[in-house]
T-cell receptor, first 119, second 115 residues
Framework: GAVVSQHPSRVICKSGTSVKIECRSL??????MFWYRQFPKQSLMLMAT?????????EQGVEKDKFLINHASLTLSTLTVTSAHPEDSSFYIC???????????????FGSGTRLTVV | AQKITQTQPGMFVQEKEAVTLDCTYD???????LFWYKQPSSGEMIFLIY??????QNATEGRYSLNFQKARKSANLVISASQLGDSAMYFC????????????FGSGTRLQVQP
């Protein structure tokens, strides 16, 4: 249980276009979703936290107008990279915070990630 | 704020041997959780083991054990009987038990298991 489906797994887009990444919780309700970015051979860096029905909280240095996060329902959170540039090329991964005794992962489940390449 | 330090960028281990991956942390929160994740080349994050800051015993999950030394603020992962499939990146992470409870990750250790 507690699966987050993330799509697309890979995307190549042209510079200046926008790309939307979706994370769906398949068998539970995700009240809180975290979005991370990971550059090659580096760690996961938190970009923003989204809560269903409210505005996302962005980490310092993350442009909220460039990385639009929408969490309109308890099963869907999206990240849109607007006017993408080559420096936005990265691995983006979402993570839902779990709660309650029914979950054995003590807190989190991750999407499988999206590898974005901007050309 | 939380900080996780992994000082070993890369480690080699022979198949069937045990290996310890180091992790130290810094936090002002009185209550927190510590995690280890495995990330193979596919990119998925695989949960390995969890330790709560108030847990008296070290956590174990199959071949994984967490050597938790609270006074030294360390949470080392021990993998026993390494297998070729253990070759991957390993991340230590911390969750504060207040606020948004977002995970903070260390820089990772790349483990290579040699036959």
């Amino acid at each position: 249980g507690a699966v987050v489906s993330q799509h697309p797994s890979r995307v190549i887009c042209k510079s200046g276009t926008s790309v939307k990444i979706e994370c769906r919780s398949l068998d539970f309700q995700a009240t809180t979703m975290f979005w991370y970015r990971q550059f090659p051979k580096q760690s996961l860096m938190l970009m923003a936290t989204s809560n269903e029905g409210s505005k996302a909280t962005y980490e310092q240095g993350v442009e909220k107008d460039k990385f639009l996060i929408n969490h309109a329902s308890l099963t869907l959170s999206t990240l849109t990279v607007t006017s993408a540039h080559p420096e936005d090329s990265s691995f983006y991964i979402c993570s839902a915070r779990l709660s309650g005794r029914s979950f054995s992962y003590y807190g989190y489940t991750f999407g499988s990630g999206t590898r974005l390449t901007v050309v | 704020a939380q900080k996780i330090t992994q000082t070993q960028p890369g480690m080699f281990v022979q198949e069937k041997e045990a290996v310890t991956l180091d992790c130290t942390y810094d936090t002002s929160d009185p209550s927190y959780g510590l995690f280890w994740y495995k990330q193979p080349s596919s990119g998925e994050m695989i949960f390995l083991i969890y330790q709560g800051s108030y847990d008296q015993q070290n956590a174990t999950e199959g071949r994984y054990s967490l050597n938790f030394q609270k006074a030294r603020k360390s949470a080392n992962l021990v993998i026993s009987a390494s297998q070729l499939g253990d070759s991957a990146m390993y991340f230590c992470a911390m969750r504060p038990d207040t606020g948004r409870r977002a995970l903070t990750f260390g820089s990772g250790t790349r483990l290579q298991v040699q036959p």
